[in-house]
Structures are given as C-alpha cells and as structure tokens.
Nanobody
Framework: QVQIVESGGGVVQAGGSLRLSCAIS????????MGWFRQAPGKEREFVAA????????NYADSVKDRFTLSRDNGQATVYLQMNNLALEDTAVYYC???????????????????WGQGAQVTVSS
C-alpha cells in the first residue's frame, strides 16, 4: 500500500514563500517519478511540477516557472516544492502524486498518476 503525506501548507502574504514536503512510503520510492498538482476552488486539478524517477529532470507549469523549485532528497523518499514570490492565484490545495509505473519521466499528464496524498492547503493573502 502506497502512502503519501504532504505537509508545509499554510497562509502567507503575497510575495512570500512556503515549502511543501511530500513523504512517500510503501514502495521503492527511488524508482518512481513524482509530481505536484493543485486544485483551486471551482477549478480542475492542474499540473504544477514533476521530477523523473532519477531526480535529474524536472518539469514546471508555465505559471510557476522561475518561482517554484522541486527537489528530491538523497534517499528519494521525499520531495519538496519550494514556492517563492507567491501570488493570489497560487491559492489552492496542493497534491503530491506518484505514477502507477516505475522509471517514469517528469510527466505533466495527470492520468499517469495513480497514487495521491490528502493535499495541503496553501492560501495566499493580499
């Protein structure tokens, strides 16, 4: 059973920073790509960032490029999403996800992700 736990959400003023963490257990996490998605009220869940299974390549949505940074720890059981210069439109529930198959690329395709965390609320205030 794959378990995914996000942490680090909260309330921050526009222009501020937050770091989200995603801890994964239950499988050989080092062999899997990992992704971050977000869902704002009344909107569909959208891609934010992803890393391939080796942690060598990352992919970002245009809306967060140059502001957000995704990284993995050496053991590759945890990924982090450093979010800088946050804007009001970044307010959403952020989800960490793992694809069904190992050795994946940093895919933005939500259909490739089979396991999801419970989500972390990020609220950006003016």
């Amino acid at each position: 059973q794959v378990q995914i736990v996000e942490s680090g959400g909260g309330v921050v003023q526009a222009g501020g920073s937050l770091r989200l963490s995603c801890a994964i257990s239950g499988r050989t996490t080092g062999n899997y790509a990992m992704g971050w998605f977000r869902q704002a009220p009344g909107k569909e869940r959208e891609f934010v960032a992803a890393t391939d299974w080796r942690g060598l390549n990352t992919n970002y949505a245009d809306s967060v490029k140059d502001r957000f940074t995704l990284s993995r720890d050496n053991g590759q059981a945890t990924v982090y999403l450093q979010m800088n210069n946050l804007a009001l439109e970044d307010t959403a529930v952020y989800y960490c996800a793992v694809p069904l198959r190992p050795y994946g690329q940093a895919s933005p395709n939500i259909r490739e992700y089979a396991y999801w965390g419970q989500g972390a609320q990020v609220t950006v205030s003016s």
